[in-house]
């Protein structure tokens, strides 16, 4: 049984030291996080490829009424692409929905049957559905509101409510996971501190690695070498956040051990 750290001396920096410092069921965890992240990535391409082929193959089946585009102006195309949404927008929309559910769904089954395993399969399934359809819902109704606000105040305040969203939705979800609820009553500020922390480092390094990948997208006009450095990039970023995941989880077991066992 690892030993109890006296009380007082369980604060914000002693957690983090303690959680930061490498274990064999840190690696352990690494590594089955990394799994089961790569196997959804995999399964997400495929079924985006299946998807958009099938979208590519209706498209082309379909008999265009009307002059010969590739010799027309930008103005004729555009009013031909206007038709066609008015069309076949719904489809398509519901058809984008539809698959981001799926995209979703498989995360969830995945994170809960590899984190969790068959003890805790419902619990991590539960707070996986419950965090997805807050923050996605959250995120959607802000951006239906700021759609008709040109002023551009609603799209700060909807990021600012999603962020401190996605900080309260992942503190409690790994409070019910990790069985330490108590820590809101017993220790709350250096909970505070401790999540504050790692959901900073993870922002930061998000927004360093997702954003640099990005921006080689968007510049590079070599897309396939831009493709090979932002995969790379996503790859290492995985490794990162479950690094930051077992971490987050060491933390909570420290408080839970040391306040709430003490």
């Not at 990535?41 to 490829?49: P, R, T």
């Not at 010969?68 to 066609?84: C, E, G, R």
């Not at 923050?135 to 409510?161: E, K, N, Y």
Request: aromatic share 12%.
């Amino acid at each position: 049984m690892p030993q109890l750290l006296p009380t007082s001396g369980v604060n914000a920096g002693t957690v983090l030291r303690s959680a930061f410092t490498p274990s064999n069921q840190q690696l352990r965890s690494i590594f089955i996080d990394f799994i089961w992240r790569l196997l959804w990535a995999i399964f997400s391409l495929g079924i985006l490829l299946f998807a958009g082929a099938g979208v590519f193959a209706q498209m082309s089946s379909l008999e265009w009424q009307g002059p010969d585009l590739d010799a027309s102006n930008p103005i004729i195309v555009l009013a031909a692409l206007q038709a066609f949404w008015k069309s076949y927008g719904a489809v398509l929309l519901a058809g984008f929905g539809l698959l981001l559910l799926v995209l979703a769904v498989l995360w969830i089954v995945l994170e809960a049957l590899f984190r969790g395993g068959w003890r805790g399969l419902w619990i991590y399934m539960g707070t996986g559905a419950a965090r997805t359809a807050l923050l996605f819902g959250t995120a959607g109704i802000f951006a239906m509101l700021s759609i008709r606000d040109d002023s551009g105040g609603t799209s700060v305040i909807g990021i600012v409510v999603v962020l401190g969203t996605w900080f309260i939705v992942g503190l409690l979800e790994t409070l019910v996971r990790r069985n330490a609820v108590d820590l809101l009553a017993t220790s709350l500020l250096p909970l505070s501190a401790v999540m504050g922390c790692l959901r900073l480092a993870e922002g930061i390094l998000a927004f360093l690695l997702l954003g640099s990948a990005a921006v080689v997208l968007a510049r590079s006009t070599e897309i396939a070498l831009a493709g090979l450095f932002a995969g790379f990039v996503v790859l290492i970023w995985m490794f990162i956040h479950s690094y930051m995941v077992a971490v987050r989880y060491s933390a909570i077991d420290i408080m839970r051990r040391n306040v709430v066992g003490s």
